[in-house]
């Protein structure tokens, strides 16, 4: 027991302050939100359309797009465009509401970030969320830094947002990975099984549009495939900030 | 008896074997030559199927381990028709191995004796083990269980969701009141036909796809993937790469088995080393993410070498990390040993015995704590291994105490491990150069991932293309494991052993 006292002393009081104080520093390799640069690329340029292991990077009438939904935030495009126009910033802000939302163009400022519930729903899950995640077809990255949040550092709970064993206790579903065939019915019967009203938080590019998986048969591309998602946290995985940023935002704790 | 089997192609991990000179067995001496190899103590690497374009012929590749001559071989034999003789009843470790062939391949194993889906999907070919119709829709974990009759039986079905932040699974116990008379896991929820997808690669695809195998292993899949390219590119990479690479692969270790003893001692209720240790693990993501940006290390290697490279400042920050995560992580850790009602729930639950760990072919960490020496970064080493040795870490008593403490074992080699290459980083370009893939070749990579072994396997074609690109997850090893230390267990027991293993789900399901 003194041994116990002793390791709690030594450890400390580490959950952070974020979202009252400053945000964890990301490090300076952090792949976050695209930049693209403006200004016309080289005649016929599809350099990086090209190397995109997804598809996320599209090109029309000289106009870079990326569509962060497919993107793996990987470095194929942003090592082979010839004029560095592709690159990536430390803004770890990626959740979006509307899908369409997370497409990154040269002149567009910054991305259209989730907006918080209406007021009827904030009342209802504002200071208490619980969530029962379901893994379809993930490959535990989304699943793992989803679980940090319930660690100290990060403690989840203080916002009241929890996850729970059962559906029937579960306000809403937070779903990792591209809804694989084999997982699509326990997914659905999943979703049955929660009261209304009820969210869907889709986490992970594998999720929100199958990822490296894309148009596999043994997937389906993505949970909007098969019910309507009210949350779109992009990355392949994303931060675990990242992740949290969209839950708060969602909530209307912050933004 | 012979040791080594002579009538295989010898090849060492990283290397390849042109295929011309891989011998083509009749089926009974490919059989029997498996068989003596692992009665002289060989282990089954991987054995799998390649489909020919007649339908009619189905190769079958095997990669038998000598550990202690720290050497491979590889052997092939054609089977005609949709069966071969089954291996399983003499040899359980290929029991796995044979039913993914039968589902891949629609071959039936002869004398299986429990012939079932692995991964619930159509198979590759137009025939079907199980006599499905191709149009008729497969769904996962449907059929016939192990089954224990009697008036005090009853049967626990749990899954495939389940009620933590975890991967899909179905177990289905049979248990007499709390004790478990047989657990049988019924997996392939996750299954994303990866194996399939890699045919006719490398694509654009083929890396992230390594790196997405099994996102905690992203590391190890990723090396054993890009080693696979470098063999058939000829590619010399430098021994700064090589360290670099290793040093990544020793944190994801890091990162895995301290979250792993902390989630022990949270399925133990010991919620001060659960915390303490939940929190650390996230140190040791934060480290990787300082090497390339990702917690996983996703976009870190690449073939050829790193994509990122290492400098002074970036030295320093991690060896001041490190020695704070390390007096952090032993204050955490030691509680555990120190802490009676830990040791009474950890002493003596999920036993493996060594022999069972033998036959079943277990690898990494749960193979360790049986008292086996298996370790591939000494057995079948490769790259910096070569010369920085990290002793093997064991453990004799092969329950749940044994599979923890050879992981804290191997926290504290793992830090010494990369203390020393982050103090000796060779010079030299972080990127070589490949050449042209070679034509017609196997090629193998194996890696010490955190849950064991990792291995690859590459054939080309005429074209230098994928023909068949064969991955085997540890866990594909060990879920038989899990199965069997829950023999005569109480049914509460079960998230402990189960974590004490801790196997990838999607690994298994690819």
């Known amino acids: 027991m003194y041994k116990v006292i002793l ?20 490090p300076d390799r952090f792949r976050g939100l695209p930049k693209i640069k403006p200004g016309p690329c080289p005649d016929g340029c599809r350099a990086c359309v090209e190397a995109c292991p997804t598809g996320s990077v599209t090109s029309s009438a000289c106009q870079v797009r990326i569509d962060l939904g497919q993107c793996l935030f990987c470095t194929s495009c942003t090592n082979i465009c010839p004029q560095q126009a592709i690159t990536y910033t430390n803004d770890y802000r990626l959740a979006v509401r509307c899908r369409q939302n997370l497409t990154v163009t040269s002149d567009q400022g910054a991305l259209v970030l989730a907006d918080a519930l209406d007021k009827k729903s904030q009342s209802l899950f504002g200071r208490s969320l619980k969530l029962r995640q379901v893994s379809a077809g993930g490959c535990n990255a989304c699943e793992a830094d989803v679980n940090v949040l319930s660690t100290i550092g990060w403690d989840m709970g203080r916002f009241g947002i929890q996850f729970v064993a059962s559906p029937r206790h579960a306000d809403g579903l937070l779903i990792t990975g591209p809804v694989t065939q084999n997982m699509k019915l326990a997914l659905e019967k999943t979703y049955v099984a929660m009261a209304d009203p009820k969210l869907v938080i889709v986490v992970g590019a594998c ?9 596999h048969a043994q997937v389906n591309n993505g949970v909007g495939t098969i019910m309507p998602v009210d949350l779109f946290i992009p990355g392949c995985p994303p931060h675990p900030l990242t992740i949290l940023d969209g839950l708060l935002r969602l909530l209307g704790r912050i933004g | ?37 692992v009665t002289a103590s060989l282990r089954v690497v991987s054995l799998f199927g390649v489909a020919s374009p007649p339908l009619e012929t189905t190769t079958l590749y095997v990669v038998l381990a000598d550990d202690e001559q720290n050497q491979l071989f590889v052997g092939r034999t054609e089977v005609k028709g949709d069966r071969f003789p089954s291996l399983t009843p003499r040899c359980p470790q290929v029991h796995l191995f044979e039913r993914e062939i039968a589902e891949q391949f629609g071959l039936i194993p002869l004398g299986h004796p429990w012939l079932k889906p692995l991964r619930y999907h159509h198979a590759w070919t137009a025939r079907d083990a199980w006599g499905r119709d191709q149009k008729q829709t497969v769904l996962p974990a449907v059929g016939d269980f192990y089954r224990v009759e009697g008036e ?27 004790q478990v008379f047989h657990l049988e896991i019924a997996l392939g929820f996750q299954h994303r036909g990866i194996e399939q997808a890699m045919l006719g690669g490398p694509t654009k695809r083929s890396l992230p796809y390594a790196e997405t195998l099994a996102g905690d292993t992203t590391i190890a899949h990723a090396a054993s993937y890009c080693q ?22 020793e944190l994801e270790r890091l990162a895995n088995h301290v979250g792993d003893l902390g989630a022990l001692a949270g399925d133990v209720g010991f919620l001060p080393a659960a915390s303490f240790c939940g929190r650390i693990r996230g140190e040791f993501l934060n480290m990787t993410a300082l090497l390339c940006g990702n917690r996983f290390g996703r976009g870190l290697l690449q073939p050829g070498g790193v994509a990122f490279d290492m400098d002074e400042e970036r030295v320093a920050i991690l060896l001041h990390q490190l020695a704070v995560a390390e007096r ?77 403490f050879v992981r804290w074992l191997e926290i504290q080699r793992s830090l010494a ?10 010079t030299g370009e972080p990127l070589t150069r490949l050449d042209a893939l070679s034509p017609s070749c196997l090629a193998i990579s194996l890696n010490e991932g955190w849950r064991g072994e990792v291995c690859h396997v590459a054939l080309t074609d005429e074209q230098s293309r994928f023909s068949r690109y064969k991955i085997v997850d540890p866990s594909f090893h060990n879920w038989l494991g899990l199965a069997y230390a829950m023999r005569n267990q109480g049914i509460s027991d079960f998230p ?4 004490s293993f801790n196997l990838s789900y999607c690994g298994h399901d690819l």
């Open chain 1, 207 to 215: 999720a929100i549009s199958g990822g490296p998986y894309i148009d």
């Open chain 2, 417 to 426: 491990f990369i203390r020393e290459q982050l103090q000796s980083i060779p």
């Open chain 2, 496 to 499: 402990l052993c189960n974590k």
């Open chain 2, 328 to 404: 952090d992580t032993t204050v955490a850790v030691e509680l555990l040993w120190d802490t009676q009602s830990v040791m009474a729930r950890f002493v003596g639950t999920g036993p493996l015995p060594r022999q069972m760990a033998v036959d079943l072919g277990i690898v990494g960490p749960a193979a360790r704590a049986s008292g086996l020496t298996r370790d591939v970064r000494c057995d079948q080493p490769s790259g910096i291994f070569r010369l920085a040795q990290i002793p093997v870490s064991t453990y004799d008593s092969g329950d749940v105490f044994g599979r923890a």
């Open chain 2, 1 to 37: 008896m012979i040791r080594t089997p002579l009538n295989l192609a010898p090849i060492k991990s990283c290397h390849t074997v042109l295929l011309e000179a891989i011998p083509v067995l009749a089926m009974d001496d490919f059989m029997q030559t498996i068989l003596d190899s």
């Open chain 2, 152 to 178: 005090q039986t009853h049967e626990v079905a749990v899954g495939p969701v389940h009620a933590g932040v975890i991967e899909p699974g179905h177990f289905r116990f049979q248990c007499h009141g709390e």
């Open chain 2, 228 to 249: 696979i390219i470098e063999a058939l590119g000829n590619c010399r990479k430098t021994a700064r790469a090589e360290a670099l690479s290793s040093i990544a692969l």
């Open chain 1, 7 to 26: 390791a709690r002393l030594r450890q400390g009081h580490r959950t952070m302050k974020y979202p009252a104080g400053a945000p964890p520093a990301m």
